[in-house]
């Protein structure tokens, strides 16, 4: 549009106050009517050549004109720079595109214990490191089974962090159970216990993970194993998650003085969340055990007494009601004694033994309300290695 207005202002310039370009040619005469509407002509000037000779009058017109060209020129550059900027922009952006790395699902090994690590697309750019989510299946499941069920995969690349999914054998357990019940595997580089957090440091090693944000989380038997992997790697787990599993040493651990011990040098209150749907028939104990449990566990590691120091009674104790896709559920959290949340628990009023806001898909789950993995991350993002 400006380039437009200019050529108007141009054109609508008696012709002889328009500089003609250089030229070997000979000099054109102004026709009769452009001589008669130009002042300058009325000096005497029937050519360009002349018009540019004539002081005074037509060459102050010629160089107005001259710098109304230069004008018109420096317009057109300018819009020619900016399309080379647009386009050079979709281009970056074409480019960045076509660079980008898809996400990745696939099998590995350590040792004995097989598993699948799940990459977000993110992970190869990232210029920070990423958090480790490892979670650990039920019975009669598979990683894969487990990553379809529990939508981690999904909650990962929307919130960009890794999920390493150990899978129990067939040859250890032929139900593909943890062997949360055997004290084998309840003691720190033992065990089972030994091969998952190998596993885990495994993909530290190869990928740039903030280690002050690994995680482990579990479903049933995957769930009491977790609370053992937060008792025996309190310095490798930032939080855990129990989902309907038994507390450590097989719930016999009421006071958790077993937990603490296990924790050895580097015992330290280990945030935890605990979820249960009050329907469950397959869990054997409580959810009350594994959180009474914990509460002794953190008592002791907090001051090496155990003295009340966290305190067994709920700060807070809140009921949800039911809707149309979630259960009625209500949540209970105990704090630490700086006052800040440690043991944070989830009793789902109706529910099953199932992954709850799971994915049909996968084996026991319930894609009814509250969302388990959405809970369970945003408490990891909530907690941190002090």
């Not at 000979?26 to 002042?39: E, G, I, Y």
């Not at 598993?115 to 598979?142: E, I, K, M, W």
């Not at 357990?173 to 084998?184: F, I, M, T």
């Not at 209970?332 to 033994?353: F, T, W």
Request: proline share 6%; hydrophobic share 40%; with cysteine.
């Amino acid at each position: 549009m400006q380039i437009k207005q200019a050529f108007v202002r141009f054109r609508s310039r008696p012709q002889c106050a328009r500089r003609s370009r250089r030229s070997t040619t000979a000099a054109k005469p102004l026709s009769t009517s452009s001589r008669a509407d130009c002042a300058c002509c009325q000096a005497g000037a029937t050519t360009r050549e002349d018009m540019m000779s004539t002081p005074n009058m037509c060459r102050p017109a010629a160089e107005g004109a001259a710098r109304l060209r230069l004008k018109v020129v420096m317009l057109r550059r300018s819009l020619v720079r900016g399309l080379v900027c647009v386009l050079g922009v979709v281009c970056l952006m074409g480019a960045s595109a076509a660079g980008a790395q898809a996400s990745s699902f696939t099998p590995g090994r350590v040792g004995d214990l097989d598993y699948h690590l799940f990459v977000p697309s993110t992970a190869d750019n990232s210029r920070v490191a990423l958090p480790l989510v490892v979670y650990l299946h039920g019975c009669q499941q598979t990683a894969p089974d487990a990553a379809v069920g529990t939508r981690w995969n999904a909650q990962a690349e929307a919130d960009d962090f890794l999920v390493l999914y150990p899978q129990q054998s067939t040859a250890r357990n032929a139900n593909r159970c943890w062997s949360w019940y055997d004290p084998a595997s309840q003691s720190r580089d033992r065990g089972e216990a030994k091969m998952i957090a190998d596993a885990t440091r495994d993909v530290m090693a190869r990928y740039r993970i903030d280690g002050r944000r690994v995680f482990v989380v579990g479903a049933s038997a995957g769930g009491a194993m977790t609370q053992i992997m937060a008792a025996t790697y309190p310095d490798l787990y930032a939080a855990a998650v129990n989902g309907a599993g038994c507390g450590f040493a097989t719930c016999l651990d009421a006071l958790g003085l077993l937990a603490y011990r296990a924790m050895g040098p580097r015992a330290r209150p280990v945030p935890l969340l605990a979820v249960v749907g009050t329907l469950d028939t397959l869990s054997l104990f409580p959810l009350t055990a594994a959180v009474q449990q914990w509460l002794g566990t953190s008592d002791f590691a907090d001051d090496g007494t155990l003295n009340g120091s966290v305190s067994r009674t709920p700060a807070s104790t809140v009921t949800q009601p039911a809707t149309a896709d979630s259960y009625a559920y209500t949540t209970q959290i105990y704090n630490d004694r700086h006052g800040d949340e440690l043991v944070h628990s989830v009793k789902v009023h109706g529910a099953g033994h199932v992954y709850l806001g799971g994915d049909p898909a996968g084996s026991y789950t319930d894609p009814k309300g509250p969302s388990y993995t959405p809970l369970m991350w945003a408490f990891f993002s909530r907690h941190p290695m002090p």
